[in-house]
């Protein structure tokens, strides 16, 4: 059932439809139905048609991310807006707080996503203390968590992501998505450990071993504070950057391996619903199937 406010404007949509003539009441109207106006000629604001996310970095002045996220009417000042505009709003700001394939408490798949479908990843604004997360200590007492392969290393991401101000489940969802949290992992391109850190940042390895435990969160998570701090706090786009996302990155370019003999080498453009809606949640998202695009399947 939709909620009462969105109900409403969805019906103030299909009268414009009908009546041409038909005109959006105030803002506050869009929630509380008032009585009927007297039809004017339709009066239209002049904004341009853009992602209603803020773009990267975010002015102090606009609202805060965890607010779009879970707000039924776009935070921009809706007056009298074109159709198009309000529909785009609409199918933008709504999230809930059940995960579902596309869906969770920290954003639609698409508006994490925002803008790979077009003209490129233009990465909505999220701080670190904007996110909707689960305590690792708690989650790991669920006998169905999927962190139980970090239990051994449980105070050390605690430590670690303490001291960079990091949640400490987000320090082990990076873990679990890069080595499923086993420290004997070198993937591909010699990334070595738990956090899968470059061989350029082994300097100072306790008896050269890049992937003792210790030593790897520490490195792979001070290099994330470090990537977090340059991007102005933004974790969203520092989460994208530590998978190899970058800004203005469109399907065609995620995707451009598919079809080479590195098919793995693409971006998983699932990444980040995986990561906010699962991992952070306490899910696997593997298990529970969280996506919409799955280009990474063809390489299986």
């Known amino acids: 059932m939709l909620p009462r406010g969105v109900k409403f404007s969805l019906q103030l949509l299909t009268q414009s439809f009908q009546n041409p003539t038909t005109t959006f009441p105030p803002r506050r109207s869009l929630l509380i139905p008032q009585a009927p106006q007297v039809p004017q000629a339709p009066?239209?604001?002049?904004?341009?048609?853009a992602p209603l996310a803020p773009p990267h970095p975010a002015p102090p002045s606009l609202v805060s991310s965890k607010s779009l996220r879970n707000s039924a009417v776009p935070v921009v000042p809706l007056v009298r807006l074109p159709i198009h505009l309000l529909v785009?709003?609409?199918t933008q700001c709504l999230s809930?707080?059940?995960?579902?394939?596309?869906?969770?408490?920290?954003?639609?798949?698409l508006w994490l996503?925002?803008?790979v479908d077009g003209g490129g990843w233009n990465p909505p604004f999220i701080r670190a203390s904007d996110l909707i997360t689960q305590d690792l200590t708690t989650a790991l007492k669920n006998p169905n968590s999927?962190?139980?392969?970090?239990?051994?290393?449980?105070?050390?991401?605690?430590k670690y992501a303490n001291i960079n101000g990091i949640p400490p489940i987000l320090a082990t969802s990076i873990s679990m998505q890069e080595s499923g949290c086993n420290p004997a992992t070198v993937g591909g391109a010699g990334e070595q450990g738990l956090m899968q850190i470059t061989q350029d940042k082994c300097g100072g390895a306790p008896g050269g071993n890049c992937r003792d435990p210790?030593?790897?969160?520490?490195?792979g998570l001070a290099y994330f504070k470090s990537t977090l701090d340059s991007n102005g706090g933004n974790v969203l786009l520092t989460m994208g950057q530590y998978n190899g996302w970058d800004v203005g990155m469109t399907i065609a370019k995620a995707t451009a391996a598919a079809h080479t003999g590195c098919c793995r080498c693409q971006n998983n453009l699932d990444y980040l619903q995986q990561v906010m809606n699962g991992w952070l949640q306490n899910l696997d998202p593997y298990a529970a199937n969280l996506g919409l695009y799955f280009n990474l399947n063809k390489c299986n």
């Open 113 to 115: 996503n925002c803008g």
């Open 96 to 109: 809930t707080a059940q995960v579902t394939p596309t869906d969770g408490p920290n954003g639609r798949l």
């Open 214 to 219: 210790d030593f790897n969160i520490r490195t």
């Open 88 to 90: 785009l709003a609409f």
């Open 43 to 49: 009066q239209f604001l002049p904004l341009p048609l």
């Open 146 to 158: 999927p962190f139980k392969s970090c239990a051994p290393y449980l105070d050390l991401f605690n």
